[in-house]
């Protein structure tokens, strides 16, 4: 009896411990938003709406008069909106419309980030756009970098878009558990973040992106993520790090996605 109470008691700590590690492994969530649009001279609207289980998100709607196509961008796991500045001005500078949010718990959003919160939060964003921003769904570009492109992949599934895009986005916490952790089975994560069995119910026109130099979700795993996409979809390979290939490699980022814009 004491055995079997031992072995339970073990258990029991087992998970707690890969509850803490799963946490801190992908949520890098932070408060303080440090600038905005208007510090990079980008007219910016400050939005706030609720998720359908009542947390309150606060984002940036950047309008472009001469756009076409509206972005919705999900971030990745680390910092807030306040860190994605760079980013935002090349979409605005591409003609774009960009409306970027913070996760549950990211920057002024309400809550504890979560895999099915993450989801929650896109599809509330999607619904604030289209219904109280009156956006055409079929002018809407998904974007997603990192785990945000699994988030924008999850959404592409439901929703009518025009495009989707990711960048650096792996394919499952499975890959990447086995390369981080290989000693704890991937079974033991509560996490899944599927990407590569959503993108295959994802019928509109793709573009993946991934750097070859990529040292957080390796350059394997991007074309994993390519491959399993039907058509229409377009791959798009960069230089440099995960986090900075976009700027390592600007001009090849930009006429990417001019391109595939252009032909979507």
Not at 35 to 61: C, H, I, K, M, Q
Not at 74 to 84: D, L, Q, S, T, Y
Not at 97 to 124: C, M
Request: with cysteine; aromatic share 14%; hydrophobic share 40%.
């Amino acid at each position: 009896m004491k055995l079997v109470l031992r072995l339970i008691i073990f258990v029991i700590l087992f998970l707690l411990f890969v509850r803490y590690i799963e946490r801190r492994s992908i949520y890098f969530p932070m408060k303080d938003i440090i600038s905005n649009p208007a510090s990079v001279g980008l007219p910016y609207e400050e939005v706030y709406f609720d998720t359908p289980d009542n947390r309150r998100l606060n984002g940036w709607y950047i309008a472009n008069s001469k756009a076409k196509f509206t972005i919705i961008f999900c971030h990745g796991n680390a910092g807030n909106i306040g860190h994605r500045l760079e980013k935002i001005s090349m979409f605005y500078n591409l003609g774009l419309n960009v409306f970027i949010f913070d996760y549950r718990g990211y920057g002024k959003s309400q809550g504890t980030p979560s895999e099915a919160g993450l989801y929650k939060d896109a599809e509330a964003a999607y619904d604030y756009l289209t219904r109280e921003l009156r956006v055409s769904r079929d002018g809407i570009i998904l974007y997603g970098e990192s785990i945000g492109g699994i988030v924008a992949i999850d959404l592409a599934r439901n929703k009518d878009i025009a495009a989707l895009i990711t960048e650096e986005t792996f394919t499952s916490i499975k890959d990447m558990s086995g390369m981080a952790y290989p000693f704890l089975p991937y079974f033991v994560f509560s996490s899944r973040f599927d990407a590569l069995s959503k993108i295959k119910n994802v019928g509109c026109p793709k573009l993946i992106i991934h750097s070859i130099d990529d040292e957080i979700v390796p350059f394997r795993l991007g074309e994993k993520l390519f491959d399993a996409a039907m058509p229409p979809k377009k791959f798009l390979k960069l230089r440099g790090s995960h986090n900075t290939a976009f700027l390592e490699s600007d001009e090849q980022f930009k006429e990417g996605i001019k391109s595939f814009l252009k032909n979507s």
